[in-house]
Nanobody, 123 residues
């Protein structure tokens, strides 16, 4: 059974940085295209960033472009989201998700999800 576990969330001041990690077990990371999402209270889930199973390409939502960076370490079965210049509006629960590489790059269907990690940015 594939499991995704996020870590690295917490409380940070506006302008600060956090790095989220998503550890994959029960499967091989190189098999999956990986995405990071977030959901704030009362809002819909938002796709933030995706990295192809091969490592490239990547994509970013306009809301985080230039501030967030997605990366993957297949040897460690871990995906990261480096978040810089954090803003109060970045406060949300952050989720990672895995999509089998047989799915199209543009597919919004993900096969596995983590439980989420809270990020709170104080202004």
């Amino acid at each position: 059974q594939v499991q995704l576990v996020e870590s690295g969330g917490g409380l940070v001041q506006a302008g600060g940085s956090l790095r989220l990690s998503c550890a994959v077990s029960g499967g091989t990371l190189s098999t999956y295209t990986m995405g990071w999402f977030r959901q704030a209270p009362g809002k819909e889930r938002e796709l933030l960033s995706v990295v192809h199973w091969s490592g490239a390409p990547t994509l970013y939502a306009d809301s985080v472009k230039g501030r967030f960076t997605i990366s993957r370490d297949n040897a460690k079965n871990t995906v990261y989201l480096q978040m810089n210049s954090l803003k109060a509006e970045d406060t949300a629960v952050y989720y990672c998700a895995a999509k089998l590489r047989k799915r199209n790059w543009g597919s919004e269907e993900y096969d596995y999800w983590g439980q989420g990690t809270q990020v709170t940015v104080s202004s």
